[in-house]
């Protein structure tokens, strides 16, 4: 018994040296959280000491809860470095500022905190501007705002019918379980809300989103529509950088589909005018012999109008003298179409001063509106497509 006693004391003293010198490792305390879950399963087998062993076994947890949680703390804060969140507010704003669309985008999807700075309006008004503002009009906003409409209203009936298929799953499933699998479903599609800017932009970008605009010699460059602007719907072709533009149809003629239409031959509709309404011309009186202009025409009254350039010629009472012309206080104005040899029906044209409605016939077509052209980059512009060689 005495020999017994003895190296049951040398033993414990020897385990608890080696004990001392060396720390339980990290698993020991997952061990031990183990060894609580065992025995607490083990009271369904054993149920008349339930109560000392879940209050025993209740304290145990929650020791090793805060001691690891303290021990997560001190590992954050010993570890922590500085990230981008932690610059001066004026300092990320400048970083953003120079990211690329695309860079904004993967940003936005790195935090809560940057996805908020990188969807704002401000920074995505700039992009918008850059590349779409010279052919995104008050025509094509319009567009934007009841395609929002739209798909608000098809949301708001999916909702329905997901709160429809909740309430039906609950029945059969635990409620947490169904709500649960819906909103990480949700979470998944981290998307900018439909009414932002970053939201239009991308729509235009991914050539989903057809907007109204207007194409420079139409059907790629048709001899019967050479220095002429049409409406058409256009959407963006991101691979090729160019466009693909519908436009109405006329009169018993379908709908003709352009592909390839390059930037160049874009722009934004001058005139918040639809391409079947009469413009009323407000220059009228103002027009002199050498004005650029752009008038409205059609080949009967079942097409829309399209807008052809020309220029304010002089009377044939006229010699072109500019010390003596009188042109300007004629009532009747001199239109011509240089891009059309001479002595073709298409190369002039006359319309009343005072009284100017839509003038013309079935077989010379119908004139419209006139808008002077003011600056030179729209002068230039139906300059360089000009046709290189004269038309019949």
Sequence with gaps: MLFLLITCFTFITFLYKSLSLKPLPLWSSEVRLLSIWFWKDFLILNPFKKGFLEAF?????????????????????????????DLPELAL??????????????????????????????????????????????AAYREWQWH??????????????QRGLVTYLSQFWPISLVRSNSSSSFKKKLS??????????LALESGKFWF?????????????????????ELSYDQRTDTFQARYPPHGRRAIAIETGVTWDRLRAPPLDTSPHDLYISDCLTKLLPGDHIEIQWRRNKEFPYGWWYGIVGHLETCDGNEYYCRCHDSDTVVLE????????????????????????????????????????????????????????
């Design 57 to 85: 076994i209740s304290s145990k947890m929650l020791a090793l809860r805060r001691k690891s949680f303290s021990s997560r703390v001190e590992n954050v804060e010993a570890n922590s470095e500085m990230s981008l969140l």
């Design 212 to 232: 109204p605009a207007q194409v420079y010699n139409r059907e790629n460059g048709h001899v019967g529509f050479m220095l002429s602007c049409y409406d058409a």
């Design 148 to 161: 929002i409409a739209s798909r608000n209203d098809s949301s708001l009936f999916n909702q329905a019918k």
């Design 192 to 201: 900018p809300p439909i009414d932002s800017i970053m939201s239009w932009y």
């Design 93 to 138: 704003e400048c970083i953003l500022e120079r990211l690329p669309p695309e860079g904004l985008c993967s940003m936005a999807s790195v935090c809560s905190s940057l996805r908020e700075k990188c969807t704002s309006k401000y920074l995505w008004e700039r992009h918008m501007k850059e590349k779409w503002g010279r052919v995104i009009g008050p």
């Design 337 to 392: 179409f240089n891009q059309y040899t001479p002595g073709s029906r298409w190369r002039t044209t006359i319309i009343d001063r005072k009284d100017h409605r839509e003038e013309g016939n079935e077989a010379d077509g119908f004139y419209g509106g006139i808008r002077k052209l003011q600056s030179k980059e729209e002068i230039s512009m139906w300059k360089r497509l000009w046709p290189s060689d004269v038309l019949e």
